[in-house]
């Protein structure tokens, strides 16, 4: 029997169709094709749907309908067709089809419009993500076609604000739009108008909710006012050309001009500001334009110049007030002509002062003078308030010029490089200059911090800063050690050494210290002498009061500090055991509170450095002589003699020697530790400078006498009647008497010979150049009194009733040289 199979209906209904044992490979795929495209999500299939085959036909309205109704029918879904459409619409950027960019944009417009459900958010962040490729992109068309998507966005109004999204990227890109530099006029003001508009859409979409206040930031403040500031620059031409009042349609215009439409994005800006963010909005205008500001208060103060102190006074507060906006806004020219016209007008105030001084009697107008010198120091005072506050919030590499800046017009005694005019002043005006420069210095080095100290002290600042530390005025000198310490001091360790006194235990104090570098290393090779030789004589002035004393051992503690190697180590205790020597010498006379006072200093700062290097046995010697002080001599310690009545000594040389730090105890006990101590049997020496021929004791009034008695025309008769001696059998039996002589000869070679094998390189190089120049000197003076130019036979100018006259010499009358005569 056979075997019947049942035929499927399917098949009965084509009993002609022949089917191949085998189909194509393209009838296949479209099979496959189709099978996936209909098992792709609906939401796919119509976003798909919306793009015709040729992007000039545009968005197919039908499909658009479709796909507008299903996203409002299932709001759940919009976060994947605005996902989707993301990723189409970055694909057709990357691959510049610029024609599928603007239909994805359109869709995205149209859904953004009809969509308000609580699910439009994530369909925003996947909008916000698409406008921000469109700016991103380098065509100023899809720059712009981003910013109008953003625009409408903004001007709708959601339900509940996100508080989750940010408009940093926005604003940042906006701002960079203002600023266009597109070679193409009219591309460059479309974008720059896109740029004013975007910025207008984050205002206007942001401002609106009092818990969203980013907008109102500092950072996004100092993008958005300067690029509204930029556009409206030009705003004054703009107005002069379109004469009278805008109409309506002028107004429409506005749109058109970046100028005009910039100034209604910043009223709009203004108007929607609160009180308390109105500050972050006005102050990027005032840190823009604060240069034209502070140029016409500097001219109001020119010209009323000669106007009462008073009035003065309140234009420098006012000028105060602006600097503090502009300080870290200004650049070039801007600062120095503060700086320079700031000064010129101190040196007024001070010329004023010296003058009302000079001029008035003591007699009915003393109270007069006195309310016009306080009135002057109101003036001062300003000046150098405002000098400090322009120049500490100034960048470092600023701040260094203006203290160079300002040391060059400092006037320092035996030098013409001060660039200040001071004929006017007089002594007391000079003196007066002197030290308000330096207040000025001070508060522009007040915080200075430097990674190395050649960076703070350089050459060409340092010589013309340490020659005021010398002059007779004690006040001059507490200034230049302050500004030293601003500028030495990297640590903030300064307020913990204030004061001068015997500390128990340095690590109480908790100093900050780092590893000294090689910058530093070589700074105190060249320098270094030249410092201790400013602290050692600083020491020896005899008109210190406390405070100098204090500053100088602030001074050796810093360096201590900062600087401080074990070579440095070893030169600073030798100046402390010179400056103690000086002290018991007494070879420049000093009354005994100075002479006690160096003592005190000397104790002070060795039981610092004792501590800082914490060697035991010599924390060991400086403590057991500080307590035989306290017993037996506490006028030697800072705590007695800087104390208002304190009994001083008759004299110091009855003391005992135990009283005293020794050298050789010092040395043993920092041998014994590994530290170099061959040098410290060297006697410190301070090296010799053109200052000191100059007289370190002068003030820069004094100079000239110096320079009047070395004239030709001095008289000596008086030096030599007042240096004769009588001559006795006794002199002449010790002037014959060479004995002693041969002794002080073998004792002086053994002291150059000791101190070239033990002293340093620096120190044996500065005074041998110090007594070349002072040779160099001295002949160059000898060569100028006896050495004329020889007789011209056009012959030489003389001066007679105004007229000049040549005074012809005949040729046989003038002299040869032998070897030019033949």
Known sequence: MKDYVQVPAAELEKPYELTSARESPT????????CCSALRPRYKRLVDNIFPEDPKDGLVKADMEKLTFYAVSAPEKLDRIGSYLAERLSRDVVRHRSGYVLIAMEALDQLLMACHSQSIKPFVESFLHMVAKLLESGEPKLQVLGTNSFVKFANIEEDTPSYHRRYDFFVSRFSAMCHSCDSDPETRTEIRIAGIRGIQGVVRKTVNDELRATIWEPQHMDKIVPSLLFNMQK???????????????????????PAMLAENCFRELLGRATFGNMNNAVRPVFAQYSHHVIQEILGHLDARKKDSPRVRAGIIQVLLEAVA???????????????NTLLKHLRLSVEFEARDLQGESI????????????????????IIQTIGFFGSNLPDYQRSEIMMFIMGKVPVFGTSTHTLDISQLGDLGTRRIQIMLLRSLLMVTSGYKAKTIVTALPGSFLDPLLSPSLMEDYELRQLVLEVMHNLMDRHDNRAKLRGIRIIPDVADLKIKREKICRQD????????????RHIYLGC???DNVQKNYELLYTSLALITIELANEEVVIDLIRLAIALQDSAIINEDNLSMFHRCGIMALVAAYLNFVSQMIAVPAFCQHVSKVIEIRTMEAPYFLPEHIFRDKCMLPKSLEKHDKNLYFLTNKIAESLGGSGYSVERLSVPYVPQVTDEDRLSRRKSIVDTVSIQVDILPNSNPSDDVVSNTEEITFEALKKAVDTSGMEEQEKEKRRLVIERFQKAPFEEIAAQCESKANFLHDRLAQILELTIRPPPSPSGTLTITSGHAQYQSVPVYEMKFPDLCVY
């Open 235 to 257: 705003i004054e031409e703009v107005d002069s050309r379109i004469g009278p009042p805008p109409s309506p349609s002028a107004a429409d215009k506005a749109e058109e001009n």
């Open 540 to 542: 020896k002035e005899e």
């Open 521 to 532: 290393t070589s700074f105190m090779k060249k320098n270094g002498q030249q410092l201790y």
């Open 363 to 382: 007699s009915s107008a003393n109270l007069n003078t006195s309310s016009k010198d306080s009135d002057e120091k109101i003036v001062q005072n300003a």
């Open 27 to 34: 009838f296949l795929c479209l099979r496959v094709c189709c």
């Open 325 to 339: 906006i502009a300080a870290k806004g200004s650049i070039g020219p801007t600062v120095l002509e503060v700086f």
